[in-house]
């Protein structure tokens, strides 16, 4: 298929063939690739984990965890070189000089952006889930259904019920603390205790609800232990996970799936491994390896398995099937519609909006809690049927102390004093919106342009339409009105204009439903064409909600290993 001739190429001998043969190959460590490799090595697999990153062990190399601002030469702040050299990047709200080291930098990755995208990335062992936000929420029928019932890109070939059970599986494992607020299309989970709201979150609460019966305002269900489990956390209160935690309070694949995955004695894990392309038999009608590219030494050797998971990140997930290209595959693995790579989405977080609260001058709150409040989605729910625009919206929200009194011309002895007493109670809240799924909003591999793996780069053209952008107003308006109602001043509703990317949950581009014709997955995350290849990351989503959406990654995917392990006995992969 005419490698880049930068690589080496290595042939693999009978005896290479067996030493490189596996039961099951894992591309990505991440959040799902790490579910993947638990699952299929638990059920006796003998699994290899592909990571095109450097190896990440667990406390030892959370290298800034327990540092003080003081302990850090810019006291965490970017330097302006730092801002300068990575334009993309360093507009993502976790990175820092504290975690700047788990995130790509512009330059070691290139991409071309036909409209503005902001590509997050984490190439290491644990990928993104080391660094993630953590909040987790179920989706309901509300949002399974609902391309079907407006006639919007393809149906979803699951519902609800197929995914629930999948759902309380991978909750009792990460451990999810949340309280069970008995919203409908906001399903309960299995729930570790909440995390306690503030006295400004409880008022902002009791308001909000009196005056819009038919909001809520919850604490966030969050991947932050509140009790031990298996030997992991409990949260400690800090609030510096980005970093990695030494206390395992959090989830991540590093301290928690992969753990699980290696002490089956299953594993193999093969960090600094770039998969290149997937081997497709055409004889067999089944993919029968990959093709690895050393991320150090740019040598390429092939390894080989009977089932595949491709879990690779939404963006490179798609970047390694489009260059899977064979005589039955020109476009692409299983790309005979032309549908791979089209359909990308991303939340729209361009709503941001903030107030100040005289009041509760005596209370202050425990520690530095590591998630906030929500509100889940009220538009378009029930009897609520917005003209305006389709789908629906969510808001993550919190209220603090500032952290003084201190004025600009405070100096001096009076600085000291001021500086002992906090300030006045704020809340922000930010918006989380549905991006529709648009053939338009696409990712594609450029013909002329390599990166120096020998990798086509991915192009990306996506943007946010006129749905998007009704919806942001509406955002806006009604989040003035609940900070409002509950008697904030000071109120600021601001459109960001950030361009999709930044949300860092792109999804779609290898979509899952009903119909070869259409879609790239069934039902089963399966590739219609190739059905011992696997998608499970973010690219197989139909349509987006307006939910969290890395515990759906890991409910599908731990959905789909056991189906593959089940196919497997049979025969029938």
């Known amino acids: 298929m005419g490698f880049n001739d930068t690589l080496h190429s290595v042939s693999v001998n009978t005896k290479g063939v067996k030493e490189n043969t596996f039961d099951a190959i894992v ?52 330097t302006e070189k730092l801002r300068r050299e990575n334009p993309i990047v360093s507009k993502c709200y976790a990175f820092t000089e504290a975690t700047e080291h788990f995130f790509v930098k ?37 949002d399974f259904e609902a391309n079907a019932k407006q006639g919007i890109g393809v149906d979803w070939p699951i519902r609800y019920k197929d995914i629930a059970p999948w759902y309380s599986y991978v909750e009792k494992f990460v451990g999810i603390s949340g309280n069970r607020d008995g919203i409908a299309h906001l399903p309960d989970g299995k729930f570790q205790p909440p995390m306690e709201m503030n006295c400004i979150e409880k008022h902002f609460k009791k308001d909000v609800e009196a005056g819009f019966p ?40 590093v301290s928690a799936s992969l753990p699980a995955a290696k002490a089956t004695g299953n594993m193999t894990l093969r960090p600094f491994s770039v998969v290149h392309s997937i081997i497709y038999d055409e004889k067999l009608h089944k993919a029968t390896g990959v093709r690895v590219i050393d991320a150090n030494t740019l040598k390429m050797t092939e390894y080989f398995a009977k089932i595949i998971f491709v879990n690779a990140g939404t963006i490179n997930t798609t970047l390694v099937l489009l260059n899977s290209v064979s005589p039955q595959f020109p476009n692409g693995l299983g790309n005979t519609n032309g549908v791979l790579g089209h359909y990308l989405m991303d939340h729209n977080y361009r709503g941001t909006l903030g107030g100040q609260y005289d009041g509760y001058p005596d209370q202050y709150y ?40 201190v004025t ?22 930010t918006g989380m919106g549905e991006c529709l799924p648009y053939y338009e909003n696409k990712v ?35 989040g003035a009105e609940m900070l409002e109602k509950a008697g904030f001043k000071n109120i600021q509703a601001n459109d960001t204009g950030e361009a999709p990317g930044l949300g860092i949950h792109e999804m ?14 069934n039902a089963h995350n399966q590739i219609w064409d190739a059905k011992n290849v696997f998608v499970t990351d973010g690219a197989c989503m139909a349509s987006n909600a307006c939910q969290n959406p890395s515990l759906t990654y890991m409910a599908l995917t731990a959905r789909a290993a056991n189906f593959a392990v089940d196919e497997l006995k049979k025969g029938n992969l």
Request: glycine letters at 12%; a positive charge; hydrophobic letters at 30%.
């Open 27 to 78: 591309i990505g460590s991440g959040m799902s690739g790490g579910w993947a490799a638990k699952e299929l090595c638990e059920k006796g697999l003998k699994t290899l984990v592909l990571e095109r990153g450097r190896n990440i062990e667990h406390i030892k190399d959370y290298t800034t965890a327990t540092l003080a601002p003081w302990q850090l030469p810019h006291r965490d702040t970017l």
């Open 106 to 142: 512009d330059k070691e990755h290139p991409y071309v952006q036909q409209k503005p995208f902001g590509w997050i990335r984490g190439y290491q062992v644990g990928g993104k889930s080391l660094m993630w936000a953590r909040w987790t929420q179920r989706w309901s029928d509300l």
């Open 214 to 253: 038919d909001r809520h305002v919850i604490i966030s269900r969050t991947a932050n232990l509140t009790k031990g489990l298996n030997g992991r956390g409990p949260c400690q209160y800090r609030d510096l996970c980005s970093r990695g935690c030494p206390f395992a309070g959090y989830f991540s694949s």
């Open 366 to 405: 425990y520690g530095r809690r590591p998630t906030g409040i929500y509100i889940p989605r009220f538009r378009n729910v029930g009897n609520d049927v917005q003209k305006g625009f389709l789908r629906g919206y969510a808001f993550a929200a919190g209220g603090s102390r500032a952290n003084s009194n």
């Open 408 to 429: 600009d011309d405070t100096i001096g002895a009076s600085f000291k004093e001021q500086f002992t007493e906090p300030g006045a109670w704020n809340m922000w809240m």
């Open 444 to 478: 594609t591999l450029s013909t002329d342009k390599k990166d120096k793996w020998g990798m086509p780069l991915v192009q990306i053209d996506c943007e946010y339409k006129e749905n998007e952008k009704a919806m942001l107003k509406d955002i806006l308006t009604s």
């Open 508 to 521: 779609g581009t290898a979509r899952m439903g009903k119909d070869p014709k259409t879609s790239i997955l």
